[in-house]
C-alpha cells in the first residue's frame, strides 16, 4: 500500500476537517510498507532529509544513516541545537567525511530558534557536541542555498516521497513549510526525536529539542504533516554500553571506529556525571523508527505544544479519547472519539464561563513511541555501523 | 579617429553613463504587501511603487493579512496588467502567520472580547457599510473569488516570497529597501532562513504598529493593536529584533490624519487611463495607511515630525497579544531592543498633490 494524498491538506483544514482523519488513517502504513515492499536491503529508494544538532547522539544516528542502504539521503540540514550551529554544521561534514559520503549536500540552517534565544545543551554533549571526541576539521564545505530552502526544492522535486528525520530543534522544518503553503502536503511523513508525553528532560515538562524552539515544532505539529514522535517515553530505555563500544571498536571500518571513539567519550562523560548507565540513544532510535518500525510501539494522539508557559514552554501534550487502562466498548470508544475536544487552560477573566476549546474536533496528528525492543535496536545500531 | 567620430562617441558616453546614474539613483524596493483588492490602501500603494520613476521595483511578495494570500496574488498580477507593469516579478508569500490562526483569535474572543477587524478571517458581507465590490463573505484560504476587476492571464514566480528576499539582497547587498505594507510573515520567513538578511538589506520600512493612536484606533479597540503587527505577533518580534541598518515605521498615529476624500477621487477621476480608471470605479474613502509609508519614501518632507523609539511587541498568548510596546530613546533596555525612526506628522498637501500626479500620469508603454 502506498500513502498519498488526495488533495493538498492546509493547516486550517488540517485542524477543522475531516481530511484529516483519512490522513491519520493512512500514515501508519508509510514506512513500514515502503520498506516490506521494496525488501530492506533493496538500497536507496526511501528519501530522506536528515535535519540535525550534532550532537553526540546525532552524529550516531547520522552514521547509521549512511549505513543503512535501504535510505537515499537528499540533504543533511544542520541546526542551532545541542551546541550552536558553528559546531553542528562543521561535525555534520565530519561525519559524511568519515562515511565517505561527501556526494550528500550538507546545507546550513537556522542559527538561532524562531523566536526564542538560542539554548543548547554543552552540558551533555561537550563543548566540541561530540563529547570531547576530536576529528580532522572537515574539507567539504556546505552547499550554497541556506537549509530550509534546500528541504523546499528537494520535496517539490519529489512530491509525496520525502520522509523528513529530524534530530534537532524544528526551526528549519518550520521555515520551510511557513515560507511555502503549499509544501506540507508533498511531505510524506516526518519522524522526529523529540517531545514527551511523561515529562521533560531539560525541565519536568519539556523534551530538549521542542523546549529549545516550541514556536516551531507547534507549526510543525499543525502543519498537517503525518507525524512519528520518538521522545523521552521510549529514548530514555536506551542506554549505550562497554560491550557496544568494544563490538564497535573490533569493527574495521572507519565508520565503526568513529563510533567508537564517540560512545567511549560520551560513556566516560556520562561517568564523570555520576550517572549510573550509559547515555541514552535518543536520535538513533527516531531514525530506527523509520528504518524498522516494528522494533517499536506507537499509539494515536493529537499532538500540540505548550508555547506560553512560564514553566512549562515546550511541553508536548498527547489529547487521546483513551483513559489511560481503562478501555471502553468499541461503540462507546468510538463516541467519546467523536465527542472529544481539545481544550486548553481555564479562563481567568471573571464573567468568563467559556472553557477554551482549541480544536472542536479530535483528530490524531501524531504516531507517538511508547515502548521498544531495545535489544532488537541495539542490535540493528551496532550491528550496521560496526559490520 | 576623426574628430566628429569622437565628439559622436564621447556625448554617447555621456549620455550612457547619465542614464546609468539615474537607474543608480532608483531606489531599489521589494514590495512586501497583503494585497487586499481592488483599490484598497494595499492596492493604492502597490500602484505608487509601481507609477513611481524613483523606484525600482525589484518584486511584489504578497502575504495573507486583509486578505488570504492566494486572492492577494491574483489581484496584485490583474493590478500589474492594468499598470502596464507586467515586468514586475510577484512571488508567493505566507499563506498563514507563523503561530496565530483564525481559531486562536476567535478563542481570544471568547476570553477578551471582540475584535473590530481581523481581515482575511471576517465576514465582510457584515459590514453594512462597504460597498458591493468588498462585500464578499469570509472564504477558505485556498479560495480565489470571481475578481471584479478582470483575471489576471500572467503567473507568480517560481519561488517562495521569503526565498525571493533572500535571493535579492545577495544580489544587491547593501541596496534593497525592504518594505512591508502587511503582516510581517515572509520578513521573518526570510530572516530565520538566512540570517544575513537584516544586515545585508539597506534599510526596513513598514506600516503597522500604534502607539499613542490619537483617533482612540481603531473601530474602538485599544490602539496599540493594530492590525498587521496584531495578525502576526511573532513575526513581528524575530523582524523587530533583527539586526537592520535602518528601521522606518509609519505607525497609524500618522495614518488617521490622512484621507482618501472625494477631492482625491474628483481629480483622479478626471484623468482618462486604465489605472485612474481602476481607481475611479473600485477606490473608497478611506485613511492612507500604506500609501502615506510608500510616498514618504519618494519625498522625505511629507513627514514633518517624527521620533526614534525603541519598538517591539508583546508576543503573550494573553489579553495583550499582538499589541505595539515602545520606549523613549533614553531609555536604558537590553541591547535585543531596537530603535526606529517613527512618523508622526504630516503634510497632507504635499500628500495628496504627490498622490494625484501619480495616479492620473500618462500609462507605462507595454
Redesign the interface.
Known amino acids: 500500500m502506498s500513502f498519498r494524498l488526495a488533495s493538498?491538506v492546509?493547516?486550517?483544514?488540517f485542524?477543522?476537517s475531516s481530511t484529516a482523519a483519512v490522513v491519520a488513517a493512512g500514515f501508519g502504513a508509510t514506512a513500514a510498507s515502503t520498506q516490506s515492499s521494496n525488501g530492506p536491503m533493496s538500497g536507496g529508494s526511501m528519501r530522506v532529509i536528515i535535519d540535525t544538532d550534532p550532537g553526540v547522539d546525532d552524529a550516531f544516528a547520522l552514521l547509521l544513516a549512511m549505513r543503512s542502504p535501504e535510505l537515499k539521503i537528499e540533504a543533511i540540514t544542520p541546526v542551532a541545537g545541542n551546541v550552536p550551529l558553528e559546531l553542528t554544521l562543521p561535525n555534520a561534514l565530519r561525519m559524511v567525511e568519515i562515511a565517505g559520503r561527501t556526494d550528500i549536500p550538507v546545507a546550513a540552517g537556522?542559527?538561532?530558534p524562531?523566536?526564542r534565544r538560542l539554548v543548547t545543551a554543552a552540558y551533555a554533549h561537550g563543548e566540541n557536541g561530540l563529547g570531547g571526541a576530536v576529528f580532522p576539521e572537515p574539507k567539504t564545505k556546505p552547499v550554497a542555498e541556506?537549509?530550509?530552502?534546500l528541504i523546499?526544492q528537494i520535496i517539490r522535486k519529489y512530491p509525496g516521497e520525502v520522509t523528513l528525520i529530524t534530530l534537532g530543534p524544528l526551526?528549519n522544518i518550520?521555515?520551510a513549510l511557513?515560507?511555502?503553503?503549499e509544501l506540507a502536503a508533498k511531505v510524506k511523513g516526518l519522524v522526529m526525536m523529540g517531545g514527551s508525553l511523561s515529562g521533560g528532560n531539560i525541565t519536568p515538562a519539556a523534551e530538549f529539542n521542542i523546549y529549545v524552539d516550541p514556536?516551531a515544532a507547534?507549526?510543525v505539529f499543525q502543519s498537517g504533516i503525518p507525524i512519528t514522535m520518538v521522545g523521552l517515553d521510549v529514548t530514555r530505555k536506551t542506554a549505550l554500553t562497554d560491550d557496544h563500544v568494544q563490538t564497535l571498536s573490533a569493527g574495521k571500518s572507519a565508520v565503526s571506529q568513529a563510533a567508537a571513539k564517540i560512545a567511549r567519550n560520551a560513556i566516560e562523560h556520562n561517568r564523570s556525571q555520576g550517572f549510573l548507565i550509559g547515555p541514552n540513544m535518543h536520535d538513533s532510535l527516531a531514525l530506527t523508527a523509520f528504518l524498522d518500525p516494528s522494533i517499536l510501539k506507537f499509539d494515536d494522539y493529537y499532538v500540540d505544544v505548550e508555547?506560553?508557559g512560564e514553566l512549562t514552554a515546550g511541553q508536548t501534550l498527547g489529547y487521546s479519547p483513551n483513559q489511560g487502562d481503562l478501555r471502553r466498548s468499541p461503540e462507546m470508544q468510538k463516541k467519546a472519539e467523536s465527542s472529544m475536544v481539545i481544550r486548553?487552560s481555564a479562563?481567568?477573566?471573571a464573567g468568563?464561563k467559556?472553557s477554551?476549546?482549541?480544536?472542536d474536533k479530535y483528530v490524531p496528528n501524531t504516531k507517538v513511541a511508547l515502548d521498544l525492543d531495545s535489544s532488537r535496536f541495539f542490535s540493528l545500531l551496532i550491528g550496521r555501523l560496526s559490520s | 579617429m576623426k574628430r566628429r567620430s569622437f565628439v559622436v562617441l564621447l556625448s554617447a558616453l555621456i549620455v550612457f553613463s547619465y542614464t546609468l546614474q539615474l537607474q543608480a539613483q532608483k531606489i531599489k524596493v521589494i514590495v512586501d504587501q497583503d494585497a487586499r483588492g481592488p483599490a484598497t490602501t494595499d492596492m493604492q500603494s502597490l500602484l505608487i511603487f509601481l507609477q513611481s520613476d524613483k523606484f525600482e521595483v525589484l518584486g511584489i511578495t504578497t502575504v495573507s493579512g486583509d486578505q488570504w494570500m492566494k486572492e492577494e496574488t491574483q489581484r496584485t498580477l490583474r493590478l500589474l496588467e492594468i499598470a502596464g507593469r507586467t515586468d514586475v516579478p510577484v512571488a508567493e508569500g505566507a499563506l498563514f502567520p507563523l503561530l496565530n490562526s483564525k481559531e486562536e483569535s476567535e478563542r481570544w474572543e471568547n476570553l477578551y472580547g471582540k475584535l473590530g477587524y481581523k481581515g482575511c478571517w471576517s465576514d465582510f458581507s457584515k459590514h453594512a457599510h462597504v460597498s458591493e465590490a468588498y462585500r464578499a463573505g469570509y472564504h477558505d484560504p485556498e479560495v480565489v473569488p470571481h475578481l471584479a476587476e478582470g483575471e489576471p492571464h500572467i503567473k507568480p514566480i517560481d519561488e517562495s516570497a521569503a526565498e525571493f528576499i533572500v535571493r535579492m539582497v545577495h544580489k544587491y547587498p547593501g541596496e534593497v529597501v525592504i518594505w512591508a505594507g502587511g503582516p510581517m510573515t515572509n520578513i521573518a520567513l526570510a530572516l530565520r532562513i538566512d540570517p544575513q538578511v537584516a544586515t545585508l538589506a539597506k534599510e526596513l520600512v513598514l506600516m503597522g504598529s500604534g502607539m499613542y493612536a490619537d483617533n482612540g484606533g481603531i473601530n474602538g479597540v485599544d490602539g496599540r493593536r493594530e492590525f498587521n503587527w496584531w495578525f502576526d505577533p511573532e513575526a513581528v518580534r524575530i523582524s523587530m529584533r533583527a539586526p537592520w541598518k535602518k528601521i522606518t515605521i509609519t505607525p497609524i498615529d500618522i495614518s488617521v490624519k490622512t484621507n482618501v476624500g472625494p477631492e482625491l477621487h474628483d481629480a483622479i477621476a478626471k484623468a482618462d487611463t486604465p489605472v485612474a480608471r481602476y481607481l475611479t470605479k473600485y477606490s473608497e474613502p478611506g485613511f492612507m495607511w500604506d500609501e502615506l509609508s510608500a510616498a514618504a519614501l519618494i519625498d522625505p518632507s511629507i513627514i514633518t515630525g517624527q521620533k526614534e523609539l525603541y519598538v517591539d511587541i508583546d508576543i503573550d498568548h494573553g489579553p495583550s497579544y499582538g499589541e505595539t510596546l515602545f520606549w523613549g530613546p533614553d531609555v536604558s533596555l537590553p541591547s535585543y531592543e531596537r530603535k526606529a525612526t517613527v512618523q508622526f506628522d504630516v503634510d497632507t498637501k504635499k500628500l495628496y498633490d504627490l498622490y494625484i500626479k501619480l495616479m492620473t500620469q500618462a500609462p507605462h508603454a507595454q
Open positions: 493538498p492546509t493547516r486550517r483544514q485542524v477543522t537556522a542559527r538561532t524562531l523566536v541556506p537549509a530550509a530552502e523546499r526551526t518550520a521555515a511557513g515560507s511555502d503553503s514556536e507547534r507549526m508555547t506560553n486548553g479562563p481567568t477573566l468568563t467559556i477554551p476549546v482549541l480544536r
